[in-house]
């Protein structure tokens, strides 16, 4: 009955998850939803004989790291890259040339350009088998483990709904606004670079290793072309409203034209409309519909003849450069931003623009009064893209140049070698730098402090009472009661917070101490690590960089912070911090049996679960991979281990164990 009621949830499951990502037309609860989920997942920890990776409760994403990276795949079609035009006249030329060739009556296809990622899928038998990145064309990533978090792709197909038994489909993979705003918010809370618009985001976020990430960012995808030799028509339209029905996302903003003058009427509507859209487009690609004219138009060298993409041009607009300013992050990062004269620009006022790093300061030749051009173009803030030399006078005011000490504190300026940024060199005395780690450290998803913000900690810097982070836990109502804004009521509640705060868990206190490029995901992997934030400072930078989801960068950040912080530890038990992971959240240490091993889980287990099976490797020295490689010493393999994997394993002569083999090999 369990395992029949396994079957029935994933169906239900799969549908309700099409209704509210793709159809946008939910009939159920978030809670309903949630209660079945939840269901399901204790059913599939009883029977782990039914595991299937395109299970509903797969959406999450495994926190295994594919840190030799991702197999290369041959694309069975290779995916061409279409020819570009930011002109209207290169439309009609294209229009024209297709109406010579055919010599017959078409239509074109109209859709809008997603900007994204592009991406291929593979279905058999209605379920998803692999996804590939375009790559080089010929050769893309497998990054199946990463796009089965994607809730709007579908991981099993309607049931009775047509499909072929084997297919591909390709489309885009994409940030929407919303997700690319929360995740841009995140890492500016964490002192890292942000990403420079939705594109660079979601190809970013496709390519982590850990699929578990990918699950946290909201990614999107829309598909637009069907491939195989079971699919059936003539027409792209119609094979696009039949992929729909089979449960894919498609694109509402289609339109089949059977003259220039529909396509450039599309062409002029969408420059304008695409602005209120959730997700960003950078154009319109124009297809033939018929599927036997295409095959008639054929093939460039390295583009279809019988499609084109009209890229839109990015709003710009000019205004003068008043002068320049600059933000000193809590990392000590200094960041250029230009005061402008107010202009309306997709929308919004716009007063301020990035100007980046010195580098780019220094690429414009920039002079206070300057003409400069302005767009958005995707990104986040509004950024100087031009200037309009001609324009210039002798009223022109100074040369810009990139300041070389620091807006705060007078510090001298420093720039590492390999990197853009320019730092404040005072990360003792900043105040920026000090108040923007109070900050980052009040934040929920840290220690969650409530009933103070950065108007508060600028009060309580300004009036001498804190100074670092570890000031906060000497406040009392007496110190608050006097402050302006602050009753009594207030006062006891900051309090009360500070105090709750004591039992925030080591993997939090660990990410609120602002160790640079240590953000939510790292911090946690160091804790179960290390278990403490003794041994994660005596940690060396090859051990640190041998762990999950740390590389050089972290690694040397975390080696160099503990040497400029060489109390912290005390200064952590000082207030009553926790900086432990407790015995209760230990698993017994197995010694160093699996000491430089590389071993791959892959499978379903009986004895223990794959997150068992990955602390029990930890626990006795060994390192855990998501793909197999030359590097890997022998793979874990329980039923149903992946074909792929076992192809792959035989292939660079790696050992597979059984499950028994392993618990006897390590006893």
């Known amino acids: 009955m369990e395992v029949q009621r396994i079957s029935e949830l994933r169906s239900l499951l799969h549908e309700y998850n099409n209704l509210y990502y793709v159809q946008n037309a939910p009939v159920v609860s978030d809670q309903e939803f949630d209660a079945l989920m939840h269901e399901l997942q204790a059913l599939e920890q009883r029977h782990p004989e039914c595991f299937d990776p395109n299970s509903p409760t797969q959406r999450v994403g495994s926190d295994l790291s594919q840190k030799d990276g991702f197999v290369q795949v041959k694309h069975k079609y290779a995916m061409l890259s279409l020819d570009n035009t930011y002109s209207e006249a290169d439309v009609t030329e294209f229009y024209n040339r297709v109406s010579r060739e055919l010599g017959e009556p078409f239509r074109i296809c109209c859709e809008l350009k997603f900007d994204g990622l592009s991406i291929s899928l593979t279905y058999k038998h209605g379920e998803l088998v692999r996804a590939v ?65 939705p594109r660079n985001a979601a190809s970013g976020t496709l390519k982590q290793q850990n699929p578990q990430i990918v699950a946290e960012r909201g990614l999107d995808a829309y598909l637009y072309y069907l491939l195989g030799a079971d699919v059936e028509g003539n027409s792209h339209i119609n094979n696009l409203l039949a992929a729909q029905k089979w449960g894919f996302k498609i694109s509402g903003h289609i339109k089949v034209c059977d003259t220039l003058q529909q396509v450039l009427d599309f062409l002029d509507y969408w420059d304008q409309a695409r602005k209120s859209l959730p997700v960003a487009t950078d154009g319109v690609v124009l297809k033939v519909d018929s599927l036997s004219q295409q095959e008639e138009l054929g093939f460039k060298s390295k583009s279809p003849k019988w499609a084109i993409a009209y890229k ?116 003792e005395n900043c105040p920026s730098q000090l108040k923007g780690r109070i900050e980052h450290f009040i934040q929920r998803k840290a220690m969650d402090i409530e009933g103070i913000g950065s108007e508060t900690i600028d009060l309580l810097f300004s009036k001498g009472l804190v100074r670092t982070y570890f000031d906060l836990y000497k406040l009392n109502m007496q110190d608050l009661c006097y402050l302006e804004g602050f009753a009594d009521k207030s006062a006891r509640m900051l309090v009360h917070s500070i105090e709750e705060s004591r039992k925030v868990p080591f993997e939090r206190v660990l990410f609120a101490m602002g160790i640079r490029f240590v953000g939510q995901t790292t911090a946690k992997t160091l804790a179960r690590k290390f278990r403490s934030i003794h041994n994660l400072s005596c940690a060396g930078f090859e051990e640190l960089k041998a762990t999950q989801d740390v590389g050089e960068r972290i690694a040397q950040s975390i080696v160099d912070f503990f040497k400029a912080n060489p109390d912290i530890e005390n200064r952590l038990k000082s207030v009553g911090l926790q900086t432990e992971l407790p015995e209760s959240d230990n698993m017994e240490a197995g010694g160093d049996k699996l000491k430089d091993m590389t071993i791959v889980i892959s499978g379903v287990f009986s004895h223990h679960s794959r997150d068992e099976y990955k602390a029990i490797i930890e626990s006795h020295g060994g390192k855990n991979s998501g793909s197999i490689s030359s590097k890997t010493t022998f793979v874990l393999a329980g039923e149903n281990m992946g074909p792929a994997k076992r192809e792959k394993a035989a292939q660079l002569g790696v050992p597979v164990r059984s499950e028994d083999e392993f618990l006897e090999m390590i006893k």
């Not at 010929?138 to 084997?166: A, Q």
């Not at 041009?313 to 005061?339: C, D, F, K, M, W």
């Not at 995707?378 to 022109?396: A, H, M, Q």
């Not at 705060?408 to 590492?416: F, I, P, S, T």
Request: proline share 5%.
């Open 312 to 427: 839109f041009h990015a709003e710009r607009v000019a205004t003068r450069l008043n002068s320049v300013s600059y933000q000193v992050g809590r990392t000590g990062i200094v960041t250029p931003v230009a005061n402008l004269e107010p202009v309306q620009l997709a929308g919004t006022v716009v007063k301020r623009a990035t100007l980046n790093n010195a580098d780019f300061i220094n690429a414009f030749d920039l002079y206070i009064g300057d003409m400069v051009y302005v767009e958005k173009g995707g990104e986040i803030i509004p950024k100087i893209c031009g200037v309009d030399y001609d324009s210039r006078s002798f009223l022109i005011g100074d040369k810009v140049r990139f300041i070389s000490t620091c807006p705060e504190c007078g510090a001298k300026l420093v720039r590492y070698d390999g990197e853009s940024a320019t730092y404040c060199s005072n990360t």
């Open 133 to 197: 990145t375009r790559g080089d064309g010929v050769m893309g990533d497998d990054v199946t483990d990463n796009v089965r978090t994607i809730r709007s792709i579908p991981l099993r197909l309607r049931p009775n709904s047509g499909f072929p038994d084997e297919f591909e489909i390709r489309g885009e993979v994409l940030m929407p606004w919303n997700s690319f705003n929360a995740l841009n918010a995140k890492k500016q809370e964490e002192g890292e670079p942000l990403f420079a618009n």
